[in-house]
């Protein structure tokens, strides 16, 4: 049955304000946190953007919900050994609740060191390559390891949980289902889809599949929509748009192509809860095992009241 979970957008919220979220979603009966993890956020109207591992010691001791990120690309800005040893420290602080969400990544994010950005076979290539080198260090061994694209050296995780956490990858085409399959202990995804869902899941049928969708709240739908638009267009651009825009005015730049029509059409926006249980039930419908949902915007008090009464309890039985 799938569980339900809160996103936290690092994109839209400050530290102290992700961190009252998280005790909002714990209250309201949200059981787990997905964080999101960017250098920058997607557009000026988002505006926020905190370094993801600070907030995850802060929601250590904040709640008690299990943390994953969503994601963390540990191939250009970040090397992995310094991912592996962020991922260990946070496992500690959780008391194991942690799951390390790992992906590709975006250039908006990783070409902020002046590193060129490779093609997409070339990342998923890097990609692999990190996996590899973080499950070493999660060995305990000091590792040297000089591959492709990394060189680690004498290096060894000192302060490692007794389980490590396990890695899940993010990926949206056949090529990166087919590496997830073989190297991620579960797939992330936002997207609602059977065919790579199950494509993912004929190695081993019983790996998690965590997924995340936003949705709007407000007293309105209209002015929910609103909202999305101003907000999140950049989830309604196509093709490799999102992978390959470096600058968050770019980003507004390929967003005026994105209607309010296009957002109304795409989100479960206003005050209906079976608007909202309709939008998410897609991904129940196709197997998802931890679905989380984020709130657009800053009524995210209205948010959790309406869940808490009005949807979750009209999902009772599939979570």
Known sequence: MTEFGYFLSCEEFGPADLVAQARMAQDAGFRSLWISDHFHPWNEAQGQSPFVWSVIGALSQAVRLPVETAVTCPTVRLHPALVAQAAATSQLLLEGRFRLGLGSGEALNEHVLGDPWPSAGVRLEMLEEAVEVIRLLFTGETVTHRGRYYTVENARIYSLPEAPPPLDVSAFGPRAVDLASQIADGLVTTAPDAELIGRFRVRDPARPVCAATKVCWAESRAEAVRT?????????????????????AHFEQASTLVTEETVAAAVACGPDPEEHVRHLRRFVDVGVDRLHIGQIGPEQRGFFDFYRSEVLPLLDGTS
Not at 228 to 248: F, K, S
């Open 228 to 248: 999305a638009h101003r907000i999140w267009p950049t989830e309604h651009l196509p093709g490799e748009l999102n992978q390959i825009l470096p600058t968050p």
